[in-house]
């Protein structure tokens, strides 16, 4: 597990994180595998995962590795602890919840929680919120995050949802700090996932 400060850079650097999900434990970390071996180094395990607070454990064990590990679809302050006592680096959740935020806030660790308004995002900001996801990102476009930082320049925001292969620099040049990455590498096999992820890897590089 990260300190604060590093995790944070380590997210704004990388920029990418994947976003796991699967049926199974073992599904979930055939993902990650294969996202690793394509050049990403972020990954949320989302709680949607059948004992995701075991997966993240795991991955978080792993000194070997150079990744950093976190924790998606969070809705409640148990499942923030759970996941932080389990090892997560970061929380990510689909809406803002002040009291993830204070918890976060407490163990020092990042809290990126899901706003689509100015008002939410605004919010969130205040309770401590590092970064801010956009969600649903399909239900905008990338220049929405250019019009957001017009008036709130200060913010740090990330698109989750609707981010693909054919606009996901878009994002980033309109001032996104990082993209998630989710549909994009679901595939069947650990060599696909990262044939996948090296493709968007390679596209953000360029």
């Known amino acids: 597990m990260y300190d604060k400060l590093t ?27 294969g996202a690793y071996l394509g050049g990403i180094k972020v990954m949320e395990v989302t709680y949607t995962v059948p004992d995701a607070s075991k997966l ?8 070997d590795k150079d990744w950093v590990i976190g924790a998606g679809t969070v809705l409640d302050e148990v499942t923030a602890r759970l996941a932080i ?3 997560a680096s970061f929380i990510v959740s689909p809406s803002f919840d002040e009291k993830v ?16 308004t100015a008002s939410e995002i605004i919010k ?5 919120a590092d970064i801010i996801k956009i ?8 220049s929405f995050i250019k019009t957001i930082k017009g008036p709130i320049p200060q913010v740090n925001l990330m698109p989750s949802g609707g981010v693909n292969l054919n606009n ?22 650990i060599e696909e996932i990262k044939e996948a992820a090296s493709e968007i890897v390679n596209i953000m590089q360029r």
Do not use: H
């Not at 935020?101 to 689509?116: E, S, T």
């Not at 996901?168 to 998630?180: K, L, R």
């Open 85 to 87: 006592l389990s090892g």
């Open 101 to 116: 935020a204070k918890l976060c806030n407490r163990y020092q660790v990042p809290y990126i929680p899901g706003c689509f």
């Open 135 to 142: 969600f649903p990102g399909n239900a905008v476009s990338p």
């Open 124 to 128: 969130a900001m205040e309770a401590g």
């Open 56 to 63: 993240i454990k795991d991955l978080s064990e792993q000194d």
């Open 168 to 189: 996901i620099t878009e994002w980033i040049d309109n001032g996104a700090v990082a993209v998630s990455i989710g549909s994009n590498i679901y595939k069947d096999s």
């Open 7 to 33: 995790t944070l850079q380590q997210l704004i650097e990388n920029k990418i994180i994947a976003v796991i999900r699967g049926e199974n434990v073992q599904e979930a970390a055939k993902i990650v595998e």
